[in-house]
């Protein structure tokens, strides 16, 4: 059976769902999905050749099983909440809520309809990460450092800890549950800049620092320093470069839930994955507002 889908929100995300959902990967779980229409808030003529349809259609149609929510940070949690009440699936583009009970709540009106809430983590799918993951396995980690710089956020992204969650998913992804010991934020609103440091410590009780910058002209770069027993890693891995796109790879994980292919165990180690950031990034922001007042 075709899982008709539809696409909420045109920017940059969207339009490569739509890319993708209308070109599938072959041979793979992708071209299970079919595209009914996108929705926006604006009014806009046919994208890509597909046809704009109201919120009310997408949640009422019974041609369609399976939302695509590519819309600001701040509108995430409303939108899956209408798609779960309604009976469809959910793929939703990272941080799923800007809150940890909220996504907690989320999850558990999934479970109780029967259906798949899906978090696109692109960022473990990127070569570097990929080669990272192998180059420090069977290492002992003694401290570490990961230091994000960006352009300045748009408004509508939510705190840094839950705009830049993909970096935190690395870090928990890579060793595993962590603490926040201390956060701080300083910002300088006129010249729309802002840094975001956050203390954290593994179970081992080794420290990792996570720092978020952003600002106007700065590239978009990750710096890492790992200090290990027997090494450090000063820079990052290249990797292999992958013929299959990150949201295609990430479109294919989602079709493979749908068709049950991806084992209980994977999704619950998932779930607690995507909660155990979630949590963190709500006590970064918490301990940083703090120390702002």
Known sequence: ?????????????????????????????????????????????????????????????????????????????????????????????????????????????????????????????????????KDIAGKTLEEGTLHFTGGSLKPNFGFPSFSGIARLTWLVDLFGELTVTAASLVEEKENKCMKMTAHLLTRQQKPLTWIEERGPGLGRAKHIHLRFQDASITELPAGQREPVGLFMQDLVLFGRKLQGEVSAAELQEERSRILHCLQLADRIQQLSESTQA
Not at 32 to 41: D, L, N, Y
Not at 75 to 90: M, S
Not at 104 to 122: F, M, P, R, S, T
């Open 1 to 133: 059976m075709m899982l008709g889908s539809v696409v909420v929100g045109i920017g940059i995300a969207g339009c490569v769902r739509m890319r993708d959902l209308l070109a599938p990967l072959p041979c793979s779980t992708a071209e299970k999905f079919s595209i009914r229409g996108f929705v926006s808030r604006r009014t806009l003529e046919d994208q890509q050749g597909v046809k704009q349809i109201s919120m009310t259609e997408a949640l009422n149609r019974d041609d369609i099983h399976a939302a695509f929510i590519c819309t600001e940070n701040t509108n995430h949690e409303e939108y899956i909440r209408q798609f779960l009440e309604a009976g469809k699936h959910v793929c939703v583009e990272y941080p799923m809520t800007l809150s940890y009970t909220s996504a907690v709540d989320l999850w558990n009106l999934a479970q109780q309809k029967g259906l798949v809430l899906h978090e696109e983590h692109i960022e473990l799918f990127t070569p570097d990460f990929k080669q990272l993951k």
